[in-house]
């Protein structure tokens, strides 16, 4: 019985892929200026916050229940955007295809069960996380 073999053929590499040094020649000042204003906005505004103050735990995680339908989308967006995803998905579709495009086709469903078993038992236990649910 022959052994499979899970390594990938010569034959099916693709060799139309920038090299490392061409892709860091590519990365120029207009790319270190966003770069750099990216992480200056962010870090203005973990100081606002920063000295601002929390005055609580609920505060923090659930703006004391009080945050508008803008803010709120807002905040459930960049949660579905991780830094992985942001970093991963143009490598992904860029090596593999745009069959990754297909991976929204799921969210719907999985947004109809986060809101139909996983908040209705959040929000009667009144926590905030599922770490804080596990404790309970």
């Not at 807002?74 to 593999?96: C, E, K, N, Q």
Request: charged content about 15%; hydrophobic content about 50%; proline content about 4%.
């Amino acid at each position: 019985m022959e052994s499979e073999s899970f390594f990938i053929d010569n034959d099916d590499v693709r060799d139309d892929l920038f090299t490392k040094e061409e892709l860091i020649a590519k990365f120029t000042w207009p790319n270190y200026a966003v770069f750099f204003l990216m992480l200056l906005g962010s870090a203005a505004i973990g100081i606002y916050f920063w000295w601002k103050g929390q005055n609580s735990t609920a505060e923090f995680l659930m703006a004391s229940r009080s945050m508008g339908t803008l803010p709120m989308t807002f905040s459930l967006v960049a949660s579905f955007m991780s830094a992985i995803t942001l970093l991963g998905t143009p490598a992904d579709i860029y090596i593999s295809g745009t069959q990754y495009l297909l991976l929204p086709l799921a969210y719907p469903l999985v947004i109809l069960g986060t809101t139909k078993i996983y908040l209705p038992v959040f929000d009667a236990l009144d926590v905030s996380t599922s770490y804080e649910y596990l404790g309970k």
